[in-house]
């Protein structure tokens, strides 16, 4: 008899020693497998958003014309060779009549400068692969860290014209639209005088990484002129936890996210990038292709 009431308080503290585990460790366990997931999977679960881009006095050349964006590659800190060649195969099979590359094709820091000359010549060797034959770039924030005069010319090479504070036309059967360009907007001023043709002769799209910048060019006298504004910067937050805002958003992304505005006239679509940043993890938040159908509004 003693000896089973010499038991229990050991039976008992075993079993207290099991609770406290299993409230310590699943806690933890279930990180790991979040972590896992974010990393493994969730950061390569390719995303293609399909949207119809209604614009006024769309030419009728321009009917069902379709745009892909992709952004923020961020090569190659996270986002593998293997991966950018995926989204460019995805691409290529959507038969895009336009492809926008809206900036941060490589990450400044921790990393020196080598690897991020190094990753530009990989990257554009890459993008070089895209089928379309309109294809432009614009510069992000993390581009600056080589800056553009450096970039122009890689871009070149491979037939990817670098639009910076420039705009050219895209003509079908005498019509055109315009495509144009800022400067990144977090690291510089951009040049909307140069940017934006004065009088356009058919829509006008404008790449600009930083999607907060459209309430500057909403005040700008050449603002109205601009139908749509593809940007992406945000990443779309990367890290979405359910029933949280976003983790962290940089400066000139923390007004408009990710997905469609309309600003009166103006169209702001702001991308959720291909890379990733900071931690090699995307959660609730999938890298993205955009395709945009024009459509006479």
Known sequence: MAGDVAEIPVAEQQRTLSRRKFLVGAPLAAAGAIALYSTAISRHELSVVPRSLPIQDLPPAFEGFRIAQISDIHFDEYTEPWFLRRVVRTINSL???????????ISFAPLPRRFAQYAIDRCTEI??????????????????????????????????????????PI??????????????????????????????????????????????????????????????????????????????????????????????????????????????????CPPEITLFTLQKA
């Open 171 to 284: 003509e079908r059967n005498g019509q055109r639209l315009w495509v144009c360009a800022t400067h990144d907007p977090v690291t510089h001023e951009p040049d909307l005088d140069a940017t934006i043709p004065q009088k356009p002769d058919g829509p006008v799209l404008l790449m600009c990484h930083g999607p907060d910048y459209a309430d500057t060019l909403l005040a700008h006298s050449r603002g109205h002129l601009v139908d749509a504004m593809f940007s992406g910067h945000t990443h779309g937050g990367q890290v979405r936890i359910p029933l949280l805002p976003p983790m962290h958003l940089p400066e000139g992304g923390r007004k408009y996210v990710e997905g469609a505005f309309q600003l009166g006239r103006l169209q702001l679509y702001v991308n959720r990038g291909i890379g990733a940043v900071g931690v090699p993890f995307r959660l609730n």
């Open 127 to 168: 993008l070089h692969e895209i089928a379309c034959r309109d294809r432009f770039a614009a510069m992000g924030n993390h581009d600056s860290f080589l800056g553009a005069p450096e970039l122009r010319p890689i871009f070149q090479a491979v037939d990817v014209p670098l639009l910076v504070n420039e705009h050219v």
């Open 95 to 105: 038969s895009p009549d336009l492809v926008l590359l809206t900036g941060d094709f």
